[in-house]
């Protein structure tokens, strides 16, 4: 039995991105998305009708639950070049880069028991690390430059002998830059060493292949691409079996021993559903949202002046934004624009009131990242969704602005000596034409 879903849009008649009048304009993708219609469609049978166990294999039941998660399986290596064993269904990314980097520890200590990682990857990866610190791990934490990019001569430098793990994202959750995973998979396979790449918020938006990238281990997650929450896969690369991670979740054995637990059934055909369609419309996607995530920059940079654009300006996932407005703190930004959800900085570090990590990795002066915002856009947004969030956000740092005592001072004071606090700040004029 299937039924079809409406989504909010359709159930209110209005057309876009589920959000009737009273929803605010949803910005903060790379928190989360919203799950595609398609996807719960997908989801539905395996809740009431077709409903067993996928360990079940000895009725009809456990058999159409185990093919529905072998089909998954596929469909999620589909998009990243894997082979469909390869795939081990897991929590989320978060599960995923706790089993990469903890589990290949436990299983390679005696090969050696440095790590290296960066100063800018998610929080999994990081106190996944930390806590290896605490078990006679050592790691090394490359910085990045102003820009966020690492500097492959000193990831070079880094490995030793006894560099067990390379585990370095994609792309950055909160500016979106794209790092070389490719020259680091050939790096860590010249001085064979394990290659993590954590790529919750690349998966579905750049083409990832980890056979041409060098990829050992890849975390990924199905709410970051229109799938459901606490769903996620972890790619384990077949012909390195002396190398692949020691499980941290033991039981029934399942999922070939990495990590066991009875299947998310619905949640996994889900996440395979979700694979599937952004290996379909990936290409056209990121070139709309690329093209309306340009849109927004150029609409707010012609109105609000003393803006600037965190994270590579060219080499950054096309529908992320981090803009920082000086004079103003992003919390009070976003207050006065309830009608647009972005977020200050990762939705897993926001509820602390500390400037963002990685902003303060790129030398981002600690009041300049309070001004920050990360807008990211997704697949339900629609061009006039763009323009008022435009004038949401054009009208809420003014408002801002004209409860600031710094600004005005700065405008009176011609700008200059305000803006250039910091010598690599990109002006509005460069925004608008990223090749001055
Ligand atoms: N890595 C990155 C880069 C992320 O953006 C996130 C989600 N914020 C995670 C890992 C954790 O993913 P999950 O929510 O599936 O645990």
């Known amino acids: 039995m299937t039924r079809k879903f409406k989504t909010n849009n359709e159930a209110n008649g209005v057309s876009g991105s589920g959000r009737g009048s009273s929803r605010a304009v949803y910005l903060d993708n790379a928190a989360t998305t919203a799950v595609d219609p398609a996807v719960l469609e997908a989801m539905l ?3 009431c009708d077709q409903f067993g166990n996928a360990a079940s294999i000895h009725h009809d039941f456990g058999c159409q639950a185990q093919q529905a998660v072998q089909n998954a399986r596929g469909q999620v290596a589909g998009l990243i070049n894997a082979n469909a064993g390869e795939i081990v269904f897991t929590s989320g990314a978060t599960e995923s880069n706790n089993i990469a980097i903890k589990g290949s520890a436990e299983k390679l200590r005696d090969k050696g ?3 290296i990682t960066c100063a800018i990857e998610h929080k999994a990866v990081l106190d996944s690390c930390k806590y290896l610190e605490t078990r ?3 790691v090394t934490y490359l910085p990045v430059d102003s820009l966020g990019m690492l500097d492959l001569a000193q990831l070079e430098e880094a490995i030793t002998e006894k560099t067990l793990l390379i585990s370095i994202m994609a792309a950055n959750n909160e ?4 790092n070389p995973i490719a020259e680091i998979g050939a790096l860590a396979d010249r001085c064979k060493v394990l290659f993590h790449c954590d790529a919750t918020q690349a998966v579905g938006k750049i083409p990832i292949d980890v056979q041409e990238c060098g990829i050992d281990l890849l975390s990924l997650s199905a709410h970051k691409i229109y799938g459901p929450k606490g769903v996620g896969a972890l790619f384990i690369r077949r012909n390195r079996k002396e190398n692949r991670p020691a499980p941290l979740i033991h039981g029934g054995g399942h999922e070939k021993g990495y990590r066991s637990g009875t299947l998310n059934v619905p949640a996994i055909v889900g996440l395979g559903r979700a694979c599937e369609l952004c290996g379909e419309n990936m290409m056209r996607e990121s070139e709309r949202l690329g093209k309306f995530s340009q849109k927004l920059l150029r609409l707010i940079s012609e109105n609000v002046d003393h803006i600037r654009i965190n994270g590579h300006q060219e080499n950054r996932l096309g ?5 920082t407005f000086e004079f103003v ?3 009070g930004v976003m207050l006065a624009m309830p009608d647009v959800a972005v977020s200050s900085g990762s939705a897993c570090t926001s509820e602390t009131l500390e400037p963002s990590y990685v902003l303060r990795a790129l030398g981002v002066p600690d009041e300049l990242a309070h001004g920050s915002l990360r807008f990211s ?3 339900f947004n629609t061009e006039q969704e763009i323009d008022l969030a435009a004038q949401s956000v054009i009208r809420a740092v003014k408002k801002m602005r004209d409860l600031s005592p710094l600004y005005e ?3 009176i004071h011609d700008n200059d000596e305000f803006r250039n606090s910091n010598e690599e700040s990109i002006t509005n004029e460069e925004i608008r034409n990223p090749k001055l």
């Open 45 to 47: 049978p395996y809740f």
């Open 377 to 379: 856009l997704g697949r």
């Open 319 to 323: 529908n992320l934004l981090n803009i």
């Open 329 to 331: 703190e992003g919390e």
């Open 409 to 411: 001072a700065a405008v």
């Open 136 to 138: 006679d791990f050592e």
């Open 175 to 178: 500016i979106g830059t794209i």
């Open 113 to 115: 028991n440095h790590i």
